[in-house]
Structures are given as structure tokens and as C-alpha cells.
């Protein structure tokens, strides 16, 4: 066996890390990157935050100040960066609201981290203390919330005005955020459920009038105007049929063409379609509908203009084209069944419903199902708005508020807003870090410092000095006041509950948990490998 030389044992000792820089360098390429899509985001936050407005490729334009909409449209290369867009998402997801909130925490932990890797303290060191300080964070939050019913209207009121405030349409907030709660309330039993599908709340866009017109319909409606040329636009006392066969002459299944050479054959075709769409319309009338809702087909027409003749003629009202995705919604709203032939057109299969009305809404009809029997657990939010920036708009804060309200169902707990938890969680983490020995210290009060981000930023947007105002934060909540936070509309510090300033438990602690996790990921990152696409 050979010897080896002293200076081949010296290779096998050096030779397993030459380029130790490599890892420091990805990594500060990760935050760089990460840090720069918080900072795209962070002059939207809060009431006074600023809106920005999204080109895109194919010329729409989009104006908000909702963060996971604007990530969402973004376009993120830098794989860390595009983190940040997940990360947003995941908020939206889990919460609805704080999507903006959650990526500046996330950039301020990314900061403070890269303040105590310049320490020389070691990337896993660091995000294991911070996994540690978001477990107490989420502790400290929920000793701080006060338990909230959902029979508190008011409550419940509060906290979607709050989400709503932040938005373009927050002068509307006093109408769309009582909509939001009640059509929460619509479909949901408080004493039994612990979520909301927000698919039940349908969300129909309409253009024209303005956002106060806003309504809450606890029915259907369909965006379409009734198919009738002749016929009835409104129906009182009506018995709704949900079809999903179709009223026209039938088609084979592949292409074909009909040559007809004398027009004895040509008038035989045509009284066989007139036959064959006479009795399906005999059939309606025997059921005694007086209401056809007919799913869009593919293949062919829906309903065929002999079809819509005789309709008209026995005083039936028809929506046609009613959407494939739609029908789950439309059966569970008229609490009925679709019917697919005509053998199971019966009058057992029909909806009573009290009116059926064909509205006027600017340069648009719709037609709207109320006073439906037996109907389920759905609402309908027609949405208003004088252009397509604010209608878009309005849905997007419709949704956070419905969010909000779907928080506060899954747990109900509220605490004060308007950067009021994030200096008591930094106070009380600081002053937990005291106790904490070794590095774990350096580390927790890092993580305490950064979360002050929050209320610096939206006294930043709102105009204000940023460390004077969050100085006389902190000695207000060190002196015990743990509900006091930046009014943005007085522009001083003052009791943030009185001012009725309040979010859901949820948002925050999901903000942090979320944030910490998605740094703690980035921390770990020490290569980037590009893989062989065959």
C-alpha cells in the first residue's frame, strides 16, 4: 500500500470547501432580490397607501393597492423573488387579507437576517431562533385578542370596514362592508360552522350606476338578458325548470352535409324540425313551467329561434346559456335537480319561486330570481361601478372584506389594528429575548426590531415622521398601552379600538407565521443548481 505525502494529506483536509464565499453570495443575491419586491409593495399599505397601476402585455390596465394582486401581475424572475409572489398568495389563501402586510414583515425579517449573518452567525442558528420567535409571536397575539360572536354585528361590521379602508372604494366602506357580513351571515349557521365557501356568495359584476348601487339579492341573478322576443319579462308566481337537453333541431355526431335536390324534401325536413321542437314545448306547457333556464351546449344551439317562437307563444320565460360552472351555484340556490331529457320534464322537477323579473341597469338587462321556495344556503352581490378600473376594484375589496368576516368565522377573536399588535409583539419580544441566553438573543431581537416595519411604514405613507411616531409608540405601549396605534386620519397616536380600528386574529397571526417561514426557506438556500432539460 502506497504512503501518502504530507502534501497530499494536506489537499484531502482543504480540498472539501474551496470557495466558501459561493453560499454568502447566493444567499445575498436571495434577499437582495426578495427585499426589492417588498419594497416594490410597501408604499401601498395602510388607508393612505398608494395605488399603483398595472400594464399589461395585451393592454389592460389594472389600478389597486391590493399586494397579491399587484405580485400576482408582476413579472418576477428571480426565483427567491418569486417566493415572495407565493408567499403573498399563501396569505390570500389562508386569510384574504394582510397580503401586502405579510411580504414588508417578510422583507424586514429578510434585513435583520442579513444583519446577523453579517454577525457571523450561522444561517440554521438564525432560522431556527426565528421559527422559535414566531411561536411566541402567535402566543403573545392570542393572549392580546378579545373573543368576538358572530352575532355582534357590529363587530363583525367593524373589522371589514377596517380591511375596507385601505382600498380605492374605502368611501364606500359604510355599504359594502355590512353587505359583506350579512351575506357571510346568509350562508353560514353560527352555532354549527367553523368556515365559509365562499362559493356560495356569487360576486356578478355590472357596469354602470356607481359603487353605492351596490346590492345584496338573496336569490339569482343571471347577466343576461331573457331570450324572448315576444315574451313575458316578468313572471310572478313562477315555476322554474333547470334543463340541460337542448331546443333545437339535433345534429348527428359527425360533420355532414344534407343535400336536398326538390323542395317536397326540403318542406319534410322542416315539419320534422317543426314537429320535433313542438313536442318538447308541449311538454314544457304540460309540466306547467313558466320559467326555462337552459345550460350553454357546445355543440349546438341551446334553444333554436322556432324554439324561442313557440315559447313566446305559451308565455315562457327563457334564460339561455346559462354556464357550465354555473350550475352547481343555480341547483344549490333553487335547492333542485337539473333535468337532462324530456321524459323527466314533470312538474315534481320544478322551482316555485315568487318573481322572476327581466331589470334595466344602465345600457344592460339582467334577470333576477327572488322569493325562490326552499331555497339554499346562497347569496348574490351584485356589484356597481361607473368604469371597469373601480368595478374590478370594488370585487377585489368585496372579496378581502368577505374574507375578513370568513376569518372571524374560523376563529373568532379580534385585535386592534393600525400597527398596534406588531409594537406590542415587539416590545414583548424584546423583553422576552432579555431571558434568552446565547445567540438565540441577538436573533429574537432582531426578529422584535423588524416587526416595528408595520407601523413605520404606515406612518411613512400617511404622510408622518416615521421614528418619531413609532418612538411615541413605544413608550405609549411600554407605559401599558397595548391597544394604542397610529389614527391615520388624525394623524397622531391615539386608542386604536376607540377609533373602531380592528382585524381578525387570523391575519396577523397567519402574516407572521407565513412571513417566518418563507425566510427561513431563503436562509436555507446556499446553491443554485440549473438542471439538463432533455
Known amino acids: 500500500?502506497?504512503?501518502?505525502?504530507?502534501?497530499?494529506?494536506?489537499?484531502?483536509?482543504?480540498?472539501?470547501?474551496?470557495?466558501?464565499?459561493?453560499?454568502?453570495?447566493?444567499?445575498a443575491s436571495n434577499i437582495q432580490a426578495a427585499k426589492a419586491v417588498a419594497d416594490a409593495i410597501r408604499t401601498s399599505l395602510g388607508p393612505r397607501g398608494m395605488d399603483k397601476m398595472i400594464h399589461a402585455a395585451n393592454n389592460e390596465?389594472?389600478?389597486?393597492?391590493?399586494?397579491?394582486?399587484?405580485?400576482?401581475?408582476?413579472?418576477?424572475?428571480h426565483p427567491a423573488a418569486k417566493m415572495l409572489v407565493e408567499l403573498s398568495k399563501a396569505q390570500d389563501i389562508e386569510a384574504g387579507d394582510g397580503t401586502t402586510s405579510v411580504v414588508i414583515v417578510a422583507g424586514a425579517l429578510l434585513e435583520a437576517a442579513e444583519q446577523l449573518l453579517q454577525k457571523g452567525i450561522h444561517p440554521t442558528t438564525i432560522s431556527d431562533a426565528f421559527q422559535r420567535a414566531a411561536h411566541k409571536c402567535v402566543e403573545i397575539l392570542s393572549k392580546m385578542a378579545t373573543p368576538v360572536q358572530l352575532v355582534d354585528r357590529d363587530s363583525l361590521i367593524k373589522s371589514a370596514s377596517t380591511s375596507l379602508n385601505s382600498k380605492v372604494v374605502s368611501q364606500q366602506s359604510s355599504l359594502l362592508a355590512p353587505i359583506a357580513v350579512d351575506a357571510v351571515l346568509k350562508v353560514i349557521d353560527p352555532k354549527k360552522d367553523t368556515n365559509v365557501d365562499l362559493k356560495d356568495i356569487k360576486v356578478i359584476r355590472k357596469l354602470g350606476g356607481t359603487v353605492e348601487d351596490t346590492e345584496l339579492i338573496e336569490g339569482l341573478v343571471f347577466t343576461d338578458k331573457s331570450a324572448n322576443v315576444n315574451g313575458p319579462k316578468r313572471v310572478e308566481k313562477a315555476k322554474i325548470g333547470l334543463i340541460q337537453f337542448c331546443i333545437s333541431p339535433p345534429k348527428t355526431d359527425m360533420d355532414h352535409n344534407v343535400i336536398v335536390s326538390d323542395y317536397s324534401a326540403m318542406?319534410?325536413?322542416?315539419?320534422?324540425?317543426?314537429?320535433?321542437?313542438?313536442?318538447?314545448?308541449?311538454?314544457?306547457?304540460?309540466?306547467?313551467?313558466?320559467?326555462l333556464l337552459i345550460q350553454k351546449s357546445i355543440l349546438r344551439d341551446a334553444v333554436s329561434d322556432l324554439a324561442i317562437h313557440f315559447l313566446d307563444k305559451i308565455k315562457v320565460m327563457v334564460v339561455k346559456d346559462v354556464e357550465r360552472e354555473d350550475i352547481d351555484f343555480v341547483c344549490k340556490t333553487l335547492n333542485c335537480r337539473p333535468i337532462a331529457s324530456l321524459d323527466h320534464f314533470v312538474a315534481e322537477h320544478l322551482v316555485s319561486a315568487d318573481l322572476v323579473e327581466e331589470v334595466q341597469t344602465g345600457s344592460s338587462r339582467f334577470v333576477r330570481v327572488t322569493g325562490i321556495q326552499n331555497a339554499g344556503r346562497t347569496v348574490?352581490?351584485?356589484v356597481r361601478g361607473s368604469n371597469k378600473l373601480v368595478l374590478e376594484e370594488a370585487d377585489r375589496s368585496l372579496h378581502d372584506a368577505l374574507c375578513v368576516i370568513r376569518c372571524l368565522v374560523r376563529q373568532r377573536a379580534l385585535i386592534a389594528g393600525g400597527g398596534a399588535p406588531e409594537t406590542e409583539l415587539s416590545l414583548q419580544l424584546?423583553?422576552?429575548?432579555?431571558?434568552?441566553?446565547?445567540?438565540?438573543?441577538?436573533c429574537f431581537r432582531a426578529f422584535a426590531n423588524a416587526l416595528e416595519v408595520i407601523p413605520s411604514t404606515l406612518a411613512e405613507n400617511a404622510g408622518l415622521n416615521p421614528i418619531a411616531t413609532v418612538t411615541e409608540l413605544r413608550v405609549k405601549h411600554a407605559s401599558g398601552g397595548a391597544t394604542t396605534g397610529i389614527n391615520v386620519r388624525k394623524g397622531a397616536i391615539t386608542d386604536i379600538l376607540e377609533e373602531n380600528v380592528v382585524q381578525p386574529l387570523l391575519v396577523s397571526t397567519s402574516?407572521?407565521?407565513?412571513?417566518?417561514?418563507?425566510?427561513?426557506?431563503?436562509?436555507?438556500?446556499?446553491?443554485i443548481v440549473n438542471t439538463i432539460s432533455w
Open 1 to 27: 500500500m502506497a504512503k501518502t505525502g504530507a502534501g497530499d494529506n494536506k489537499s484531502f483536509k482543504t480540498g472539501v470547501y474551496k470557495d466558501k464565499s459561493k453560499p454568502m453570495d447566493i444567499r
Open 61 to 77: 390596465v389594472t389600478i389597486t393597492n391590493d399586494g397579491a394582486t399587484i405580485l400576482k401581475q408582476m413579472n418576477v424572475i
Open 267 to 291: 318542406d319534410r325536413v322542416l315539419k320534422e324540425e317543426r314537429a320535433y321542437i313542438l313536442n318538447i314545448v308541449k311538454q314544457i306547457k304540460k309540466a306547467g313551467c313558466n320559467v
Open 380 to 382: 348574490t352581490v351584485l
Open 430 to 442: 424584546a423583553k422576552y429575548a432579555e431571558g434568552v441566553k446565547g445567540v438565540d438573543a441577538y
Open 511 to 527: 402574516a407572521i407565521t407565513l412571513a417566518s417561514e418563507t425566510v427561513r426557506s431563503i436562509l436555507k438556500i446556499d446553491d
